[in-house]
């Protein structure tokens, strides 16, 4: 009998063609709970520039810095959000996010270390990789039975 495709971009608890589970939607979901824990910290970072300044941040920052506070501090919350709930919306904000700070990073020197163009770049590679391995399950399981 065969299944009805549900849409979803994370399958979890369904088994493949073969009718194994795929480990990598639960390792998804990890990956994605550990981001949006460091995305929070972001988050909460710029948003403490905002609100706790050990100097007046806003008032002798560039206009550029301080939009990139403000953007930061809005955006990497609401992406931490949705890369907790795991739902699709949350990657693609948590994408937009991670390369904002990529550009950001090598537009405003000061505002982000060049450590995290890296960063970034690694995360959204593993983001990618992992995704493709959950949304094939059935690869896992052809992959054990040729060896």
């Known amino acids: 009998m065969e ?25 998804l979901v990890i990956f994605m709970r550990l981001l949006a824990a460091l995305w929070v910290l972001q988050g909460l ?3 403490s520039a905002v609100l706790v300044p050990s100097e007046p941040f806003l008032d ?25 709930l795991a739902t699709p919306w949350g ?3 948590w994408l937009f996010s991670a390369v904002a700070q990529i550009f950001a990073a090598a537009m405003i020197p000061p505002f982000f270390g060049k450590v995290w163009i890296g960063v970034n770049a690694v ?3 593993a983001y990618f ?14 992959r ?4």
């Open 129 to 142: 990789v992992l995704t493709w391995q959950a949304s094939h399950p059935g690869a896992h399981a052809a």
């Open 144 to 147: 054990r039975k040729r060896r």
């Open 91 to 93: 990657g693609v904000l």
């Open 3 to 27: 299944r009805p495709d549900s849409g979803a971009a994370i399958r979890l608890g369904e088994a493949g063609e073969t009718g194994e589970e795929s480990p990598w939607g639960v390792i």
């Open 60 to 84: 002798a920052a560039a206009p550029v810095a301080s939009a990139a506070v403000i953007f930061f501090a809005v955006l990497d919350l609401v992406a931490a959000v949705g890369l907790w």
């Open 45 to 47: 970072t710029q948003w």
């Open 123 to 125: 995360l959204i590679i």
